[in-house]
């Protein structure tokens, strides 16, 4: 997931939801930056920061965001996202997180009148289930 588009707007919560790909692993984060050829196993019931420290473009627009950990903040638009996505053994996670580096708006490509409010956050915390 990359955001679509910058928006500044308040951040009034610390937690948000991703959608992961369950595997016999564990949890697998979709959808990170192309920077990384690799799935990264999502360790449930701990902090995690990001280790890259890349600048990349939103779909729209010039400026740049320092990359993380993509997090929607409200429930019904992860279910969004969930629809969006053509993996198998699909799962919703809560997930607390700090150090916002960027505010913006994904858009499904499903409901292209749609968008989510998503945080970039260099640590999170993926509850588990």
Do not use: N
């Amino acid at each position: 997931m990359c955001l679509d588009r910058l928006v500044t707007f308040e951040v009034t919560k610390g937690y948000g939801w991703q959608v992961f790909r369950k595997k016999e692993t564990g949890l697998v984060q979709l959808y990170r930056h192309h920077f990384q050829r690799h799935p990264t196993i999502v360790v449930a019931g701990a902090w995690q920061t990001d280790p890259s420290t890349y600048y990349i473009r939103p779909s729209y627009g010039f400026d740049r965001y320092k990359t993380g950990f993509h997090i929607i903040l409200g429930f019904e638009d992860a279910l969004g996202y969930l629809d969006h996505i053509e993996f198998d053994e699909r799962i919703i996670r809560k997930v607390w997180f700090k150090d916002v580096v960027a505010t913006g708006e994904e858009f499904f490509s499903r409901y292209p009148a749609r968008s989510a409010k998503v945080v970039v956050a260099r640590k999170r915390y993926v509850e588990r289930a």
